[in-house]
């Protein structure tokens, strides 16, 4: 089993719509998550943290976190082409930040 | 400036060869790393430095060798190149060994082994 797995893509939402994406660690011992968007051919940026259950909102960006199911998502509301990007999870435990497969994001105009 | 950055940006060569790889940040942070990413995007661990001690080292072939200068620098060099080596390689770095720290990457260095 993979340490960190995300659904599998690409997801595919209109502009303005709701892109939900979902990711579930293997440790339950796993004490941060983090939400990293790449942009074709470049290097991998910070967008969301979260370390306890529930909900984080940072503008158009939701991160929800239950550890008790081991998951985490992201929600992004009123899509933009400007977030068309593949989505990493990580997962922190021990100093190693592991990292899932990404979840390409396309927002059609 | 750059706050991480790598070199060379591409990197074409030939199986068989020895290739190293440069890495610098300039925002003063204590720990430094190498992530490998293939062709299906995913993004794996290789090494961490941190203070230039190596706390970090995943099951790699140890025909990759990090060495860390000083707390600036982690240079990655490869020897006897296979194809299997061609991916994109992340340098990054964060101000403490990982907590809750983000990580801040390099553009990183696109590997292409003929």
């Known amino acids: 089993q993979k340490e960190v797995e995300q659904n599998s893509g690409p997801l595919s939402v209109p502009e303005g719509a709701i892109a939900s994406l979902n990711c579930t660690y293997s440790?339950?011992?796993?004490?941060?998550f983090f939400w990293y968007r790449q942009y074709s051919g470049k290097s991998p940026e910070l967008i969301m943290s979260?370390?306890?259950?529930g909900d984080k909102e940072d503008g158009r960006f939701t991160a929800q976190l239950n550890k008790a199911s081991q998951y985490v998502s992201l929600l992004i509301r009123d899509s933009q082409p400007s977030d068309s990007a593949t989505y990493l999870c990580a997962v922190l435990n021990d100093y190693k930040l592991s990292f899932g497969a990404g979840t390409t994001v396309t927002v059609r105009a | 400036d750059t706050a991480v950055s790598q070199t060379p940006k591409y990197l074409v060569t030939q199986m068989g060869n020895d290739k190293s790889i440069k890495c610098e940040q300039n925002?003063?942070?204590?720990?430094m790393y190498w992530y490998k990413q293939d062709s299906k995007k995913f993004l794996k661990i290789m090494f961490s430095?941190?203070?230039?001690?190596?706390?970090i080292n995943e099951t790699v072939p140890n025909r990759f060798s990090p060495k860390s200068p000083d707390k600036a620098h982690l240079n990655l060099h490869i020897n006897s190149l296979e194809l299997g080596d061609s991916a994109v390689y992340f340098c990054a770095s964060s101000q403490k060994t990982l907590s809750n720290e983000k990580l801040f990457f390099g553009s990183g260095t696109q590997l292409s082994v003929l």
């Open positions: 979260i370390y306890s259950n």
């Open positions: 440790d339950r011992g796993s004490q941060s």
């Open positions: 925002l003063g942070h204590d720990t």
């Open positions: 430095y941190n203070n230039k001690e190596l706390i």
